[in-house]
């Protein structure tokens, strides 16, 4: 029987700091094959634009399809090997567009071109640069975004791919941020981050409109939804985002890519992400977009063994990933490898009622009676009454569960199913 008390004290997790790792990141070569995974969320007819066989060049803008919104920015010149359909964690569609990579770079200049009339006109190509999730927020007409918050600090456990940004990129960070107002139209800036780097962000900081805010050093802080909290000061109600209250949320290394960009002229086509090994050992990398992951392990000698387990993310929050040709993408802030002996198991055991899971939830959501909803798919009242929309997906409920019971994975796959029934619900109202 599990004795701890209910009034013990809860587990404190801190982000980790650069300390003592290199400030320049081990840079793995250009590979023989590269893989970009193309999202495929939008519509489009017709034929497909890129071929089997078709040369590219580095920085060349790769749309699948006419009028296709969806494409992928090509970190290498070569030719095009395959196109072929990739699904992704939740029926998430892709299409994965793998090229044989040559050893010298020849640039495409078309993103330079559109930089002459202003960097609103190539806003299409900087929605692809390494650190951006997207930034679709900043077109759609519904939603006015008035506040940028640049996250200088990571959203998961082990990583420091922001702080690195946040000390070595600065004159990239202020082009970068000039220019994000300007496609946004937002009138402030504010660059979240942790208290021992407000004196390197101190340039950026006398930039007009810039406030610098220092961010708890404590898992979860960073979470969007965290900051808007004690950042901003302005929580976000179970049902809403962040865009919804015009506030958006950028990672620093997206900022400095696209200063970068903008100053070089060329979309930076590098990814810097901590990897993780089987120790716990951490060091900094710098790859091309695209390179696959048996690129890394070989880099640093790392033996895959039957039950280890390969994560894209930190602990926390990270998935899974099946096969080493996985490739580094442009949101790869983490590769970690997890020896067999050290996978936690989860389990079909019911919840005890320990309580564990409602004293860590940052959201006070009552995780031990949602949980019982979403065990049998009944998504939409666990929403209406145990606040599955107020979950910050920050991964502590799994973390504490002493059933071993896979919670973050349950929500995760209740917040997509009731996403998709809301969406069909819409469609059938129009």
Avoid: W
């Avoid at 193309?38 to 590219?56: M, P």
């Avoid at 200088?152 to 922001?162: A, P, R």
């Avoid at 941020?177 to 950026?204: F, Q, T």
Wanted: net charge negative; glycine share 8%; charged share 25%.
């Amino acid at each position: 029987m599990f004795k701890r008390s209910f009034f013990a004290k809860k587990p404190r997790f801190e982000y980790e700091s650069l300390g003592n790792l290199p400030m320049e990141p081990e840079r793995i070569p250009i590979p023989e094959r590269v893989t970009l995974l193309v999202k495929s969320t939008s519509g489009g007819e017709g034929a497909l634009s890129l071929k089997k066989g078709d040369r590219v060049k580095t920085g060349q803008k790769l749309n699948l399809c006419p009028g296709c919104e969806d494409y992928a920015i090509s970190s290498v010149t070569g030719t095009i090997a395959s196109i072929s359909p990739y699904i992704g964690d939740f029926g998430q569609s892709y299409t994965a567009v793998t090229i044989d990579a040559e050893p010298e770079d020849e640039f495409d200049d078309t993103f330079a071109t559109l930089l002459g009339d202003g960097v609103e006109a190539a806003k299409d190509y900087l929605a692809g640069v390494p650190g951006a999730s997207s930034l679709d927020q900043f077109s759609d007409p519904e939603k006015h975004i008035d506040t940028v918050v640049i996250c200088g600090v990571e959203k998961d456990l082990f990583m420091t791919t922001n702080q690195y940004v946040m000390k070595t990129r600065i004159g990239f960070m202020e082009k970068g941020i000039s220019a994000l107002k300007k496609m946004s139209g937002a009138h402030k800036a504010v660059i979240a981050l942790p208290e021992e780097l407000i004196n390197d962000a101190g340039r950026i900081g006398g930039a007009s409109g810039v406030e610098l805010r220092p961010i708890d050093t404590s898992y979860p802080s960073s979470l969007p939804k965290m900051m808007m909290k004690d950042v901003v000061g302005k929580p976000v109600a179970a049902g809403q985002s962040c865009e919804d209250m015009g506030i958006c949320f950028v990672s620093a290394e997206a900022v400095a890519s696209i200063g970068q960009a903008v100053m070089e002229e060329r979309i930076p086509v590098t990814k810097v992400f901590t990897f993780i090994n089987k120790d716990l050992s951490r060091t900094l990398v710098e790859a091309r977009v695209g390179t696959p992951l048996a690129d890394i392990f070989n880099a640093f000698d790392v033996s895959l063994f039957d039950k280890d387990r390969i994560i894209s993310g930190g602990p926390m929050t990270g998935a899974a990933v099946y096969s080493v040709d996985y490739p580094i993408c442009t949101g790869t802030d983490a590769v970690m490898v997890q020896d067999g002996e050290d996978v936690p198991m989860v389990s079909d055991t019911a919840c005890i009622n320990c309580g564990e899971c409602v004293r860590i939830c940052p959201a006070k959501v009552p995780v031990n009676m949602l949980i019982r909803f979403l065990e049998v798919r009944e998504y939409e009242d666990a929403a209406e009454l145990y606040d599955l929309d107020s979950c910050v997906e920050c991964g502590l409920c799994s973390f504490v569960c002493v059933s071993k019971i896979p919670i973050f994975q349950y929500i995760k796959l209740a917040k997509y199913e009731l996403g998709r029934i809301r969406s069909e619900e819409e469609a059938s109202d129009v």
